[in-house]
């Protein structure tokens, strides 16, 4: 029985070690491949000094008397940037599109504020400050939503020509907080390198051939365990709490595109409510999951194109 207890204790061990050793591995190969990287990933779009750090913005399809389309990512998305581009690529032909990738994002650098919305929301109203635009369109997908709202309730003198929402958040909407200790565990252990490098085209959601898939990997991989994104995440409840009594100004044209994928049974009826909000107004309920700008780019931008010229004539 000694014997056996022996054996077993020592099994237990060794794999214990061999555990240890493993995850040792995965995460000095991690940081010395962080390293490696940082040196490769490509610059894109310009800084803007924003408090303390500096916050990326990508501009396209400027030109004379082009209304400006400004988009803020849905939360921790690693390159707002490529995450947009099938949807910036359709609309830069009929507007400016600025793409402004938040403190931790993208090539933005970290931020030592707190991620309240209150600083989220002044943020942003710094960015769209020295992006010296008026008159402009201002939206993004999921939780910008939400940041938008804010953002329309606490400056009512911006010139916000419309909002355009893709899948997103909704301020009344439920929220239950997400457990992501194993999710952060495998992040800082290095495992989740893993799984991507394996295969970064299932790992990125991307197609075969998108060129950009090993910036876009290497982008992904450099804020996956991002301190900034961590701090949204754990005050994102709070920052629902702050704005559920907000809506939207009833003259505050508004185009809504709603995924009819989602598993939620209220998605849609939560979209609804908040569009009666408005005088003008749009919602378009599309096939396919949250992610409708990579999915369904086409059909967004030939949708925001006729809403806009609808409401300049």
């Known amino acids: 029985m000694k014997k056996a207890l022996k054996i077993s204790r020592n099994i237990l061990l060794g794999l214990l070690l061999v555990i240890v050793l493993f995850l040792g591995g995965t995460y000095l190969n991690n940081q010395i491949r962080l390293k490696s990287e940082a040196k490769k990933i490509e610059a894109y779009g310009e800084q803007l000094d924003v408090f303390d750090g500096k916050i990326n913005v990508v501009r396209s ?10 988009l803020f990512p849905g939360f921790g998305t690693a390159s707002p940037h490529y995450d947009f581009l099938p949807l910036t690529t359709k609309l830069e032909d009929d ?70 929402g893709v899948d997103t958040s909704v301020p009344t909407q439920k929220m239950e907080m997400i457990n992501m200790s194993w999710f952060n565990l495998l992040k800082k252990s290095g495992i989740m390198r893993l799984v991507i490098d394996a295969n970064p085209v299932k790992g990125l959601g991307v197609t075969k051939d998108n060129p ?66 408005v005088k003008t107004g749009k919602m378009v309920q599309l096939k396919g999951d949250h992610y409708l700008h990579h999915t369904q780019s086409e059909a967004i931008a030939k949708e925001t194109i006729e809403f806009m010229k609808e409401l300049n004539k």
């Open 61 to 70: 399809g400027s030109g004379e008397g082009k209304q400006s389309i400004i």
């Open 212 to 277: 950009n898939v090993d910036q876009m990997r290497m982008v992904t991989l450099k804020n996956m365990d991002n301190p900034t994104q961590n701090a949204e995440l754990d005050l994102l409840l709070e920052n629902f709490e702050a704005t559920k009594e907000m809506t939207l100004p009833e003259d505050l044209p508004t185009l809504l595109f709603v995924a009819l994928n989602d598993s939620r049974d209220d998605w849609v009826s939560e979209h609804e409510k908040q569009l009666a909000q």
């Open 95 to 164: 507007f400016e599109v600025i793409i402004v990738e938040p403190f931790g994002y993208g090539l933005s650098t970290p931020t030592k504020r707190e991620r309240t919305i209150d600083n989220i929301v002044e943020e942003m109203h710094e960015v769209i400050q020295q992006l010296d635009v008026e008159n402009y369109v201002l939206g993004g997908h999921s939780v910008a939503g939400l940041y938008t709202v804010n953002y329309v309730n606490r400056y009512p003198d911006e010139k916000v020509a419309a909002f355009l």
